[in-house]
Structure formats: C-alpha cells, structure tokens
C-alpha cells in the first residue's frame, strides 16, 4: 500500500507576507484609516519630544533643594528624590523604618508561600500566618507589645500604609465576607435577611460616607471614655466596605460551583462545615480568584481616600509636600505623576495577573 | 418475604434541622440585641454627655455660610434645609454630566478597540489600562491643581469668538434667558418628544406587519429640530442671549461653570469612562465571532453588522456593567469634598455638620439619599435590561 505524503506547503502570496503588506492592512486599510493614522501620528510628532523633553532631557535630578531645580524648562525630580522618605514610609523614625519593610517583605513572602508550599504545609502554616498578619504586622509596627520603641499611629504613613492598610483589610475581610455570602445563601429567614442588610448597606454608601460615620459617628458607639484609634477605625470601616463587596464576589462563586458538588459532599456523610470548608469553598475561592483581585484593586485604589479624614497616606503626604514653604515652587506635576506612576504599577500588575487566571480558567471556546 | 417492621428513627433534639436553625437564629437574634442596645444606650449617654440634641429641628435654622455654586437661589440667610436641596441639586448635576459624557466616552473608547486600524486600537487599550488604574482623587488632583490651575487669569482669558471664555475661574458661556411666549416652545419640543415616540412605535409596528422600513432616524430627527423652530419662528423668537463681559476682575453674565465643577466632571468621565470602555470591550468579546461571519455572510455591510447584530446582542452583557459603573460614578461623585465642589457631601457633611454637630441625623439623610439615587438608577437600568434581555420562546 502506497503512504500518503501530502505535498509541501504553498508558500504565503508575496502580497501578504513581510512589513509592506502589514503597514497596509492594519494603518491604511481605508482612505478613512489612512486619515486617521497619520492624524494620530502628527498628534505623536508633536507631543512626544516635548514630553520627553520636559520628563527626562532637560529635567533636574541631582540636588536635596528647591534651588537644585535650576532648568526651568524640565520636571523637578528633586521634588520627588528629596521627599521619596516621606512618600513611601510617612514620619515613620528613620532608624525603625526596618519594621515596615519587615512587614511588607512578610506579607510578600505569605503570599508566595500560599501559592507554592505543599498541600499540607499550606493549610497549617500558610494560611493561618496569612490570617495572623495584620495582627502580628500591628504589634511589630506599634511595637510597644514586644519590647521595641512605640511609635504611635500618628507617624504611620505613606505608600506603605497603603498596602498595608490594603491587606489587612483584605485579609479580615475574607472570613467575613465568606460568612455574609454564607448567610445570603442560607435557609434561614432571619440570618439571610440580616446578610442581605449588611451586604448592600456597605455596597450602597458611599465610602467617604463611611469614613466620616468611622469617624464622627462611631466614637458616639462606644462607652464613654474609651478613646479607639483612628487608624482601627478606618481598618474597621475598609473591612466593612470590603466585605461587603467581597460576599457578592463569593455569592458570585458558590452559583458557579455544580450542583453535583453539594450532593457528592452530602452522601459521603459530610456535615454543613465540612462540606463547606472541604469541598466547596476551594472550588468558590478558585472561581473568584480574578473577581477578588479586581476587588482589591479597588479597594486600593479607595485607600487614598482617607487623605479626606486627615490619614497620612501616599497622596496625601503628597498634598502636604506641595504645601511646604520650602518648596511652593508648583511641582504639582511632578508629585501627581509619581504617585500615578507607582500606582500604576500596583494596580496594572495585579489585573494582569488577574486576567491571566481567567484566561486560564476559562474553557470556553471563543472565536 | 415478610416485610421488617420500619424502625422509626427520630434525630435527637439538637440534631433536627428544623431547630438547629430555629436556634442558630434566637442566637443570632439575641445577640444582635444585646448590640444595638450597647450602641443605642452608649449614644444616648455620649449625646447626652456632649449636650448634643437628637431631632430634625436643625433643618429649620438659618444656615449662615455660603455656597460657591448653587442651582437655586441661596444665600446665607436661608435654612439648613435648603443648604440640604442645594447639595443635593448640585450633586445630580455632577452626576448626570458625568454619566453623559462618560457613557459617550467608553463606548466610543470601547468599540475602538476592535478598529481595523492598528493605532486606534493600541490608544484604546493605552487610555482603558492608564486611567482604570491610577486612583480617582488622584485624578481629580491632577485636573484641578496641575491642569485647571495653570489656565491664564481673566484678562488673559483664551476664549472662542468672543462667546466662550476659559481661564483660571472657570469656563464661561453665553446663555440664553426666555421671554415672554417661549412657553410654545417649550411646549413644542415636549410635543416633538412625544411624537418621535409615537412614530417609533407606528414604524415598528408596520415593519413587523408588512416588512416595509420607515426611516425612523431621520424622520425623529426632523421632528426634534422641525418643531421647536417653527415654533420658535412663530412665537418670534423669544429667547435673548446672555454673553458674558469681562467687568473688572471677573467675567459677568452667561452661565459659569465653576473649575471644581469641571475638574470633578473631567475626572469622573475619564476615570469611569475607561470602565465603561472596559464593559463595551468584553461585551462586544462575549458575541461568538459567528454572528458576524454569520451576518457577513447574508450580505450585510460593515456598518449594519456592528449597529444590528454586534451591538445588540453586546448590550446583555454591558447593561448590568452599566448599572454598577454608573452607581460608583455617583457614590464617586462625594469626593467632590476633596477640591470643594459645593456637593451633597461638601455642604451637608461637610459644613453642615461641622456647625451643627447633627452627626447621626445628617450621615442617615445623606446615606439614605445616596441609597435613594442608587436605588433609581437601578430600577431605571434594570427596566433597560428588561428590554435588551435574551428573547426566549415561551
């Protein structure tokens, strides 16, 4: 029997392959395209060189003063470089600025750890630490608990608090918001309309609105005398905020995990948290994964709200800066686009690590 | 075989579902007593301990501050009451031009993002990922202080013939101040309204009989433009323009929209504006490619295939992204407060509090109020989404 051999490829028409074909398809595939290409490239022309100019040619980098700004026609990065301490730790003492970076190195490495440890390392250590953080980060930050020189809250601040301010949220948030997602699914009439209550009331306010109830209206709920930090009360208010956005993303989660899942768990005899902990909660957090990271997201984006409530967080150390008497020289620009730039960074990053695991999850067949 | 006799197996109390729960919930229910009645009666003492009096009756004194910009009349005689309606007036406005403009923008940003032309697409992507993700306040920092204050001052204003002004004030233009008779036109314009929805309905009607078209496009846009001008002709033009005049130090006349205003609106349609172009994106991406061979194939144009068969069918998956896009845009809105646009938030939070010390009264109006606009903007959306929804047979 003769083995069928298909014959070589054609190579491509001439006419399609190489750069010429390329430019012609995707920038003049229309007189309208082609108007609209070199319009944008004119619009490039003349932006870009100025741009570049004012941001890195002419702009002023060496220097600790206003006065180093010498070139009128570029950025101020002295601004930045002198007041980049400040920026990132706040007026937190320079010689105990270690326990931040402590706390953030920890944070990245329970992070890691939860993705990369063995199965049973990770539910025994991994996932309590991460649960313990904010705690333990709170003690090694205040520091008067353990034996270290107490800073109080007042100097805590900057991009640091941020993120840290950020996780902590986050991390108290995901026992809460599983428990309300839990409730809202529930059987129960009261404790469903109580998960229902909570939920959309912290969906439905504005968070400034909640902020100023943190912090005009919550001290009238406390027994008289007790003075509770503003920083605990913002964290008590984010976590709030988020757990109410996150027991939608859950709910979100839970529909999606089959039926079958619920049966399976209930014939093999399992009991309610078992088969919640065991069998279903895995599959929700896996689904929701993009959705609780686009979730975060947000609320990080939120933490520079509390510039409002007087916190001094990155973009508020940020507005004091350009109010300081000793540099009134209009370095707006400057500060603004650094602290863009760094939350940029932050924000772009995890929406592409989020899209890349829905990109893995999704199983469809699209196009 | 004989049959064995049923073992009659009840669970013991505590194992019977029915008053697990019953007791889960006394549990839940006595405990969330025990909390609110901590918090009531530690209010009440704190209240009491600060001298503050709980009740409405601050909504009827006279307020005494200023308000930079106010829809209706107000001045620092009137009540708290009325500081409450010009916030609340204020922050519609800012929340109607901001839905406005930024549906405009995303869905333009959005649909760009599947052009044929390579750096159309690579803008949309670029404005999408920058302003999704730089923080809002940052944003309205950067128009108000870096953008909107380095605008000449009002000698130097830039200004297009002589109509509109721009400069560090504000953004200034001719307005228009009805006379007597432009009742008619009003009235005419109600009646276009109307009429376009009647003749909507007419050509819909008779294309689902008979198959015939109507061009209901072009026949609506007549009717909206025809008729306000014939009135306008009849009643012999009733309106003037109001130019504004640069007198002294500042601009007079014609309608002023204040820098706050704008650096807040700008901020708020970019920021949103990129997550509506987000929504359109991935609503667009949800049609299987399918439709549109599908479409091509029975010789549909370009145009026609985006407008019948893309777009509609995108539309279930964007609605209920509008809805919430457009409900963060408002509750986005109170960071007005940061750069002082006179808001809800700004005036009766804000001020209002600060001279009043009505903490609780004033947070419950103002989230209620939010809840209330949200709640609308909701319904309304939701009745839209009726309406796009997948037609099922019944």
């Known amino acids: 029997m003769k083995e069928f051999k298909p014959l070589p490829d054609q190579p491509a028409p001439n006419d399609t392959i190489g750069p010429i074909p390329w430019i012609k398809e995707n920038l003049f595939s229309s007189p309208a395209n082609s108007i609209a290409t070199l319009a944008i490239f004119a619009f490039f022309a003349t932006v870009i060189p100025p741009l570049l100019d004012w941001l890195f040619i002419s702009a002023n980098w060496s220097g600790t003063t206003q006065a180093a700004c010498t070139n009128e026609n570029g950025a101020c990065w002295v601004f930045v470089i002198a007041w980049s301490k400040q920026f990132f730790y706040g007026s937190y003492p320079i010689e105990e600025i270690w326990r931040i970076n402590l706390c953030l190195i920890g944070l990245i490495a329970i992070i890691i750890a939860s993705f990369k440890l063995p199965k049973d390392l990770r539910n025994k250590i991994a996932i309590p630490l991460f649960l313990m953080l904010p705690f333990i980060s709170i003690l090694i930050l205040s520091g008067s608990w353990i034996g270290l020189e107490y800073v109080s809250t007042d100097y805590w601040g900057g991009f640091s608090l941020n993120v840290l301010l950020a996780a902590a949220s986050i991390i108290v948030a995901f026992p809460l918001s599983f428990l309300w997602a839990l409730g809202r699914r529930s059987d129960m009439p009261f404790v469903k309309s109580v998960s229902i209550i909570l939920i959309e009331f912290f969906r439905g306010v504005p968070v400034l609105a909640l902020f100023f109830m943190g912090s005009v209206m919550l001290p009238l709920f406390f027994p008289e005398g007790t003075n509770v930090d503003k920083l605990l009360r913002v964290w008590i208010v984010l976590t709030l905020f988020m757990s109410g956005y996150m027991a939608e993303v859950f709910r979100g989660g839970f529909q999606a995990v089959p039926k079958g899942q619920y049966e399976a768990a209930d014939s093999l005899g399992l009991g309610f948290w078992q088969k919640t902990l065991l069998i279903i909660l895995p599959q929700v957090i896996k689904i929701s994964m993009p959705n609780i990271l686009a979730t975060f997201v947000m609320l990080f984006k939120n933490t520079t709200f509390l510039l409002i409530i007087g916190i001094f967080e990155m973009l508020s150390t940020t507005q004091t800066a350009l109010t300081n008497s000793n540099w009134l020289g209009g370095h707006s620009t400057e500060g603004y686009l650094f602290v863009a730039v760094v939350f940029w960074i932050c924000c772009f990053s995890m929406s592409m690590i989020s899209s890349s695991i829905e990109r893995k999850l999704d199983t469809s067949h699209r196009n | ?394």
């Open chain 2, 1 to 394: 075989m004989s049959e064995k006799p049923q073992v009659k197996s009840s669970p013991s109390f505590f194992n019977n579902p029915r008053n697990r729960s019953l007791i889960y919930q006394l549990l839940l229910l006595v405990g969330l007593a025990y909390f609110f009645y901590g918090i009531v009666s530690n209010t009440l003492a704190n209240m009491e301990a600060r001298g503050i009096k709980s009740g409405y009756d601050f909504l009827f004194t006279t307020a005494g501050f200023d308000i930079l910009m106010s829809l209706i009349p107000y001045d620092a005689t009137h009540t708290y009451g009325r500081t409450f309606v010009v916030g609340l007036l204020n922050t519609i406005l800012v929340s109607t031009i901001g839905i406005i403009l930024s549906t405009i923008v995303g869905f333009i940003m959005g649909v760009a993002h599947f052009s044929h032309n390579l750096l159309i697409r690579k803008l949309a992507v670029a404005y999408i990922e920058t302003f999704r993700n730089i923080p809002l306040l940052l944003q309205i920092f950067f128009w108000y202080f870096a953008v909107l204050a380095a605008l000449p001052s009002a000698r130097q204003s830039m200004s297009i013939g002589e109509a509109i002004f721009l400069n560090v004030r504000g953004l200034y233009f001719p307005g228009l101040i009805a006379e007597s008779g432009a009742g008619i036109v009003y009235g005419a314009i109600a009646a276009a309204i109307a009429g376009i929805f009647f003749l909507r309905r007419w050509a819909k009607k008779r294309q689902n009989d008979t198959g015939q078209q109507f061009p209901v496009f072009t026949a609506s846009l007549g009717i909206l433009f025809g008729l306000p001008l014939i009135a306008l002709l009849v009643s012999g033009i009733p309106f003037v323009w109001d130019f504004p005049e640069l007198k002294g130090f500042n601009f007079r006349g014609g309608v002023t929209v204040i820098p706050e205003l704008m650096a807040l609106a700008l901020a708020l349609t970019v920021y949103t504006g990129a997550f509506i172009a987000e929504a359109v994106r991935a609503g667009i991406q949800a049609v299987p490619h399918g439709q549109t061979e599908a479409a091509r194939s029975i010789g549909l144009k370009e145009s026609k295939i985006m407008k019948l068969i893309v777009v509609p069918q995108a539309m279930r998956v964007i609605v209920p992204l509008l809805n919430s896009e457009y409900q963060s845009l408002v509750k986005n809105s109170t960071l007005a407060t940061a750069i002082g646009y006179p808001d809800l938030f700004t005036v009766f939070v804000g001020t209002t509090l600060n001279q009043t010390g009505q903490a609780i009264e004033i947070v419950f109006m103002t989230m209620a109020v939010y809840f209330v606009i949200n709640m609308s903007i909701s319904f309304v959306m939701n009745r839209f989404n009726a309406s796009v929804e997948l037609a099922e047979r019944n």
